[in-house]
């Protein structure tokens, strides 16, 4: 049985065709250069220097935009783990 939708005709096929707004087109942008950047530095680069790097070159966002924008597309940096002397921290 197909579900009902209270909405008018005219907005339901309004949304096909609907243009990607300022916000979406900068968000694109701001992304491609995220993945860039994240490609430079071969995966280590994170949320924060990748601002730093943004930042330098004119943006004047926020960095938990730049936090959301690679949460949603998936982008980490390569995280390498400390060494730690085990043997420093025992008794002898």
Not at 8 to 28: A, D, G, R, V
Not at 44 to 73: S, T
């Amino acid at each position: 049985m197909p579900i009902k939708i209270k909405t008018l005709k005219s907005t339901y096929y309004q949304s096909f065709h609907k243009k990607p707004n300022f916000y979406h087109i900068k968000k694109e942008e701001l992304l491609k250069r995220i993945r860039e950047i994240h490609q430079e530095s071969k995966g280590c680069y994170g949320a924060p220097k990748i601002f730093e790097v943004l930042k330098k070159e004119g943006y004047q966002g926020g960095i938990n935009r730049i936090q959301r924008i690679m949460k949603e597309a998936g982008i980490r940096s390569y995280i390498v783990k400390k060494y730690r002397d085990q043997h420093r921290h025992k008794n002898p």
